[in-house]
Antibody, heavy 123, light 110 residues
Framework: EVQLVESGGGLVQPGGSLRLSCAASGFTFSSDAMSWVRQAPGEGLEWVSVISGSGADTYYADSVRGRFAVSRDNSKNTLYLQINGLRADDTAVYFC????????????????WGQGTLVTVSS | QTVVTQEPSFSVSPGGTVTLTCGLTSGSVSTSFYPSWYQQTPGQAPHTLIYNTNIRSSGVPDRFSGSILGNKAALTITGAQADDESDYYC??????????FGGGTKLTVL
């Protein structure tokens, strides 16, 4: 059974940093790309980033590029999201999701999701 | 910047049929965007319904179907049930590793 469990969220002051983790089990983690998706309170879902199975390729939404860094440790079956320079509008539940491809290595979609971890940015 | 558009809200009667759409502020949606659809109830993680325009995810009932209608992607729910009352999100793949969610549609069954 595929399981994704996020952790690392909490209350952080503006300008602070945080590292989120997503522990994966039930599949060959190193074979699959992974994404982060966030949801601000009462708002819709926003795609944040994706990382390839090897970790060699990473991509980001314009809204987070330069402040967020996605990485993975395939020996620990764990995905990470380093968030720096936190702002109030980064307050959200952060979900990790497994990425599948609709065609070749294109057409990303998300087939399994974690339950999310809440990041609150406030002084 | 191109934005992915969805109806903010929609209502359907129990047993009825509803079609939710997913468009672009600039241009048309085609299968090349590999549209996918997700259902989310409050406080829960999203659940995958459709990918690659019209392929149902494992375990999704066949009353959920995806298509391209005109210049938009579409999610049709046939024979709506009370527990279909949820938020529905589309995602378009923009290429270069970038995916974009639509703003979501809040579906009410009443």
């Amino acid at each position: 059974e595929v399981q994704l469990v996020e952790s690392g969220g909490g209350l952080v002051q503006p300008g602070g940093s945080l590292r989120l983790s997503c522990a994966a089990s039930g599949f060959t983690f190193s074979s699959d790309a992974m994404s982060w998706v966030r949801q601000a309170p009462g708002e819709g879902l926003e795609w944040v980033s994706v990382i390839s199975g090897s970790g060699a390729d990473t991509y980001y939404a314009d809204s987070v590029r330069g402040r967020f860094a996605v990485s993975r440790d395939n020996s620990k079956n764990t995905l990470y999201l380093q968030i720096n320079g936190l702002r109030a509008d980064d307050t959200a539940v952060y979900f990790c999701a497994r990425v599948r491809y609709s065609s070749g290595y294109s057409g990303d979609y998300f087939d399994y999701w974690g339950q999310g971890t809440l990041v609150t940015v406030s002084s | 910047q191109t934005v992915v558009t969805q109806e903010p809200s929609f209502s359907v009667s129990p047993g009825g049929t509803v079609t939710l759409t997913c468009g672009l502020t600039s241009g048309s949606v085609s299968t090349s965007f590999y549209p996918s659809w997700y259902q989310q109830t409050p406080g829960q993680a999203p659940h995958t319904l459709i990918y690659n325009t019209n392929i149902r995810s494992s375990g999704v009932p066949d009353r959920f179907s995806g298509s391209i209608l005109g210049n938009k992607a579409a999610l049709t729910i046939t024979g709506a049930q009370a527990d279909d009352e949820s938020d529905y999100y589309c995602v378009l793949y923009m290429g270069g590793g970038i995916s974009v969610f639509g703003g979501g549609t809040k579906l009410t069954v009443l």
